[in-house]
Protein backbone atom coordinates (compact mmCIF):
# COMPACT_ATOMS: atom_id res chain seq x y z
CA UNK A 1 0.00 0.00 0.00
CA UNK A 2 0.90 3.51 -0.44
CA UNK A 3 -0.89 6.23 1.16
CA UNK A 4 -1.36 9.63 1.32
CA UNK A 5 -0.15 10.56 4.78
CA UNK A 6 2.09 8.58 6.80
CA UNK A 7 0.03 5.50 8.55
CA UNK A 8 0.51 5.39 12.64
CA UNK A 9 2.68 2.46 12.65
CA UNK A 10 5.12 4.52 10.45
CA UNK A 11 4.59 7.45 12.04
CA UNK A 12 5.44 6.45 15.42
CA UNK A 13 8.35 4.07 14.24
CA UNK A 14 9.74 7.55 12.53
CA UNK A 15 9.57 9.41 15.60
CA UNK A 16 11.13 6.74 17.49
CA UNK A 17 14.46 6.46 15.36
CA UNK A 18 14.35 10.55 15.16
CA UNK A 19 14.15 11.09 18.63
CA UNK A 20 16.50 7.90 19.42
CA UNK A 21 19.18 9.84 17.30
CA UNK A 22 18.93 12.87 18.91
CA UNK A 23 19.34 11.07 22.01
CA UNK A 24 22.14 8.89 21.35
CA UNK A 25 23.79 9.76 17.96
CA UNK A 26 22.75 6.64 16.01
CA UNK A 27 20.23 4.66 14.20
CA UNK A 28 17.72 3.01 16.67
CA UNK A 29 17.50 -0.06 14.10
CA UNK A 30 21.67 -0.42 14.02
CA UNK A 31 21.70 -0.47 17.66
CA UNK A 32 18.64 -3.03 17.51
CA UNK A 33 20.49 -5.26 14.96
CA UNK A 34 23.87 -4.65 17.24
CA UNK A 35 22.23 -5.52 20.89
CA UNK A 36 20.18 -8.56 19.21
CA UNK A 37 23.80 -10.09 17.77
CA UNK A 38 25.49 -9.60 21.01
CA UNK A 39 22.62 -11.28 22.94
CA UNK A 40 21.90 -13.78 20.69
CA UNK A 41 18.87 -16.01 22.00
CA UNK A 42 16.19 -13.85 19.98
CA UNK A 43 18.65 -14.14 16.44
CA UNK A 44 17.08 -16.49 14.22
CA UNK A 45 20.23 -15.96 11.71
CA UNK A 46 22.32 -13.80 10.12
CA UNK A 47 24.15 -13.16 6.89
CA UNK A 48 26.67 -11.19 5.88
CA UNK A 49 24.52 -8.28 5.26
CA UNK A 50 21.07 -8.99 7.32
CA UNK A 51 19.84 -10.37 10.59
CA UNK A 52 16.41 -12.25 11.47
CA UNK A 53 15.42 -12.36 15.02
CA UNK A 54 12.04 -12.46 16.55
CA UNK A 55 12.20 -9.43 18.24
CA UNK A 56 11.84 -8.45 22.23
CA UNK A 57 8.85 -6.62 22.10
CA UNK A 58 7.01 -9.25 19.35
CA UNK A 59 3.29 -8.78 19.36
CA UNK A 60 2.73 -12.21 17.64
CA UNK A 61 4.49 -15.33 18.43
CA UNK A 62 6.51 -15.66 15.16
CA UNK A 63 7.09 -12.50 14.53
CA UNK A 64 9.80 -11.83 12.71
CA UNK A 65 12.15 -8.75 11.40
CA UNK A 66 14.47 -8.73 8.83
CA UNK A 67 17.23 -5.97 9.34
CA UNK A 68 19.97 -5.16 7.25
CA UNK A 69 23.13 -4.82 9.02
CA UNK A 70 24.33 -1.65 7.09
CA UNK A 71 22.09 1.70 7.78
CA UNK A 72 19.63 2.01 4.42
CA UNK A 73 16.53 3.64 4.60
CA UNK A 74 14.96 2.42 1.01
CA UNK A 75 15.61 -1.16 -1.07
CA UNK A 76 16.95 1.06 -4.14
CA UNK A 77 19.54 2.20 -1.74
CA UNK A 78 20.90 -1.97 -1.25
CA UNK A 79 24.23 -3.06 -3.04
CA UNK A 80 23.96 -6.06 -5.53
CA UNK A 81 24.89 -7.98 -3.04
CA UNK A 82 22.58 -7.10 -0.20
CA UNK A 83 19.86 -7.84 -2.68
CA UNK A 84 21.19 -11.52 -3.60
CA UNK A 85 21.60 -11.32 0.36
CA UNK A 86 17.64 -10.54 1.01
CA UNK A 87 16.32 -13.08 -1.49
CA UNK A 88 17.63 -15.73 0.19
CA UNK A 89 16.76 -14.65 3.34
CA UNK A 90 13.85 -14.48 2.75
CA UNK A 91 13.73 -17.45 0.83
CA UNK A 92 14.80 -18.66 4.57
CA UNK A 93 12.14 -17.21 6.34
CA UNK A 94 8.96 -18.97 4.39
CA UNK A 95 11.21 -21.95 4.56
CA UNK A 96 11.29 -21.79 8.07
CA UNK A 97 7.76 -20.86 8.73
CA UNK A 98 6.79 -23.96 6.60
CA UNK A 99 8.84 -26.16 8.57
CA UNK A 100 7.48 -25.05 11.94
CA UNK A 101 4.40 -27.09 11.75
CA UNK A 102 4.64 -29.02 8.73
CA UNK A 103 2.01 -26.98 6.99
CA UNK A 104 2.71 -23.73 5.14
CA UNK A 105 2.43 -20.97 7.22
CA UNK A 106 0.45 -18.07 6.29
CA UNK A 107 1.77 -14.55 6.99
CA UNK A 108 1.63 -11.02 6.43
CA UNK A 109 5.02 -9.54 5.09
CA UNK A 110 5.47 -5.53 5.65
CA UNK A 111 8.00 -3.63 4.08
CA UNK A 112 9.38 -0.44 6.17
CA UNK A 113 11.21 1.70 4.07
CA UNK A 114 12.06 5.62 4.99
CA UNK A 115 8.93 7.57 4.80
CA UNK A 116 8.88 10.11 1.74
CA UNK A 117 6.30 12.82 3.15
CA UNK A 118 9.20 15.44 3.12
CA UNK A 119 10.03 15.17 6.71
CA UNK A 120 13.31 14.82 8.02
CA UNK A 121 13.73 10.81 8.35
CA UNK A 122 17.88 10.39 7.82
CA UNK A 123 17.40 7.93 11.10
CA UNK A 124 14.75 5.44 9.53
CA UNK A 125 16.05 2.09 8.87
CA UNK A 126 14.51 -0.41 6.09
CA UNK A 127 13.17 -3.40 7.36
CA UNK A 128 10.90 -6.43 6.97
CA UNK A 129 8.56 -7.32 9.06
CA UNK A 130 6.46 -11.04 8.83
CA UNK A 131 3.19 -11.94 10.94
CA UNK A 132 1.85 -15.19 10.86
CA UNK A 133 -1.24 -15.58 12.77
CA UNK A 134 -0.82 -19.00 14.43
CA UNK A 135 0.06 -19.45 17.78
CA UNK A 136 0.22 -23.60 17.46
CA UNK A 137 -0.15 -25.68 14.26
CA UNK A 138 -3.86 -25.69 15.45
CA UNK A 139 -4.05 -22.56 17.24
CA UNK A 140 -4.86 -19.25 15.57
CA UNK A 141 -3.98 -16.01 17.07
CA UNK A 142 -6.88 -13.58 17.57
CA UNK A 143 -7.10 -9.88 18.47
CA UNK A 144 -8.26 -9.70 21.73
CA UNK A 145 -10.02 -6.45 23.47
CA UNK A 146 -6.81 -4.72 25.05
CA UNK A 147 -5.15 -5.31 21.16
CA UNK A 148 -8.44 -4.22 19.15
CA UNK A 149 -9.57 -1.68 20.95
CA UNK A 150 -5.95 -0.04 22.79
CA UNK A 151 -3.63 -0.96 20.48
CA UNK A 152 -1.72 -3.02 23.26
CA UNK A 153 -0.83 -6.46 22.00
CA UNK A 154 -0.61 -9.26 24.38
CA UNK A 155 1.73 -12.40 23.23
CA UNK A 156 1.88 -15.34 25.88
CA UNK A 157 4.86 -16.93 24.24
CA UNK A 158 8.93 -15.78 24.74
CA UNK A 159 10.25 -14.36 22.12
CA UNK A 160 13.54 -16.80 23.15
CA UNK A 161 11.72 -19.84 23.06
CA UNK A 162 10.00 -19.00 19.74
CA UNK A 163 13.27 -17.15 17.90
CA UNK A 164 14.86 -20.92 19.01
CA UNK A 165 11.70 -22.97 17.60
CA UNK A 166 12.19 -20.74 14.09
CA UNK A 167 16.01 -21.04 14.31
CA UNK A 168 15.88 -25.49 14.05
CA UNK A 169 12.79 -25.21 11.75
CA UNK A 170 13.81 -25.32 8.22
CA UNK A 171 17.11 -24.60 6.71
CA UNK A 172 20.18 -23.25 9.27
CA UNK A 173 21.73 -20.88 7.11
CA UNK A 174 20.08 -19.22 4.53
CA UNK A 175 23.51 -18.83 2.19
CA UNK A 176 23.44 -22.37 2.19
CA UNK A 177 20.38 -23.34 0.10
CA UNK A 178 20.60 -26.32 -1.70
CA UNK A 179 18.76 -26.64 -5.19
CA UNK A 180 15.81 -28.35 -3.58
CA UNK A 181 15.21 -25.84 -1.14
CA UNK A 182 15.54 -23.15 -3.40
CA UNK A 183 12.43 -24.05 -5.11
CA UNK A 184 10.28 -25.59 -3.01
CA UNK A 185 8.95 -22.21 -1.45
CA UNK A 186 6.42 -21.09 -4.57
CA UNK A 187 4.20 -18.06 -4.12
CA UNK A 188 0.67 -18.67 -3.19
CA UNK A 189 -1.28 -19.15 -6.54
CA UNK A 190 1.66 -21.05 -8.88
Not at 38 to 55: E, I, K, L, Y
Request: with cysteine; net charge negative; aromatic share 10%.
Amino acid sequence: YAYPMLPPVLAAEANAARDHRAAHDECLWCALVEAERSDGRRVVFRTQHWQAVVPFFARWPYELHLSPLRHVGWLHELSGAEVEDLARCLKASVLKYDGLFGFPLPYIMALHQRPTDGGEHDAFHLHFETYPPHRTAHKLKYLAGSEAGAGVFINDTLPEVTAATLRAAGPGDPMELTDEEESVAQPVGT
